[in-house]
């Protein structure tokens, strides 16, 4: 089975609502990474956040990392329609491939 | 400076046809992977290359696929005798080093498609 495994699978919510997104690994890591994927393209980085780390900020994004329940969460805060697309953690040890979970497909309705 | 590129976006081949599937990484990214992702799943990890080392094959499906990285830069996917089972879109990234610690970036894809 997959490293990472996001919760939920698929997330609809009203613009400027905000969207929150959880992954969940089972060994240790070195870091974790969220990416964003439009329409089943190429993925783009998001954040990144070392195990050594709880919480990092990027404009809008929020990630919190709980390495004790192994889980990470993405918050979007004042969701935009452009919002809309599949995010994906990875989990990283150093050395080791990334695994990527399935993602969350969220949509943001206008 | 210019992301991570690939070519074809799109391909579609008759089953039993071998297909050809390039990536030219970001100068100066000595890491480069191939994914696979079939429709509304995640990312599958196909093959890795790091510098001149012998590459890692651990997520070959088949002997049908290979691949191959010229000169440290350009690769080429290659898959054999495809199946429709092989319909997917394949993604290529790059990082700078550490396949388990740098950002990997990566490439539009090539959604290819067999019929």
């Known amino acids: 089975s997959q490293q990472g495994e996001e919760d939920p699978q698929a997330l609809s919510i009203q613009e400027g609502e905000n969207a929150t997104m959880n992954c969940s690994y089972k060994t240790s890591i070195n870091n974790l990474q969220w990416y964003r994927q439009n329409s089943g393209r190429g993925l783009v980085h998001l954040i990144l956040i070392r195990s050594n780390e709880r919480e990092k900020h990027s404009g809008r994004l929020r990630v919190t990392l709980d390495t004790s329940k192994k889980s990470s969460s993405l918050l979007i805060t004042a969701s935009r329609a452009a919002d809309t697309a599949s995010y994906f953690c990875a989990t990283g040890n150093a050395g080791n491939m990334l695994t990527f979970g399935g993602g969350t497909r969220l949509m943001v309705k206008p | 400076g210019a992301g991570v590129s690939q070519s074809p976006s799109n391909k579609v081949t008759e089953k039993g046809k071998d297909v050809e599937l390039r990536c030219d990484p970001i100068?100066?990214?000595?890491?480069l992977y191939w994914y696979r992702q079939s429709l509304g799943q995640g990312l599958e990890f196909l093959i890795y290359?790091?510098?001149?080392?012998?590459?890692?094959k651990s997520g070959l499906p088949s002997d049908r696929f290979s691949a191959e990285r010229t000169g440290g830069s350009v690769s080429t996917l290659t898959i054999q005798r495809t199946q429709q089972e092989d319909s997917a879109v394949y993604l290529c990234?790059?990082?700078?080093?550490?396949?388990?610690?740098?950002?990997?970036?990566f490439g539009p894809g090539t959604r290819l498609t067999v019929l």
């Open positions: 990234a790059s990082s700078l080093a550490n396949p388990g610690a740098d950002t990997q970036y």
């Open positions: 290359f790091q510098g001149n080392s012998a590459p890692d």
């Open positions: 100068s100066g990214h000595t890491a």
